[in-house]
């Protein structure tokens, strides 16, 4: 017995779509006035938890997941903005009376992704 034929794959972005050349578009749950801002600056994107965790496109395959991936590994942080994130975290620690303190790991450290707040992003 013969597999039934399916339908062309007609979403937005899937491979093939009309409009794609065949090739896998990223596509993003977004406002579209969100979309049009983060479509014209996501390749000068400094932050990569922007691009793991905020802005992650609908994966439909596995060559559009390694292609996410990829994106984020060459998407180097700003030191600028690293070390504004720092003083912000150090203005908070201080404000709240907390004694910051350097340590070393003695092997891997693996933080989560919890989404606790705005410093951990």
Known sequence: MTEPRRPPDRRRGAPGAPGTGGQATAVYALPRDTREAWSA???????????????????????????????????????E?????????????AALGASPFMATTAWRFVTGLGRKGALEV
Do not use: H, M
């Not at 965790?53 to 030191?79: F, H, M």
């Open 41 to 79: 600056g996501r390749a000068a994107c400094r932050n990569p938890g922007l691009l793991f965790a905020r802005y992650v496109p609908i994966i439909s395959n596995d060559e559009t997941k390694g292609d996410a991936l990829q994106a984020v590994r060459r998407c180097l942080a700003d030191p």
């Open 81 to 93: 903005l690293l070390a504004a994130c720092v003083g912000r975290w150090q203005a908070l620690a």
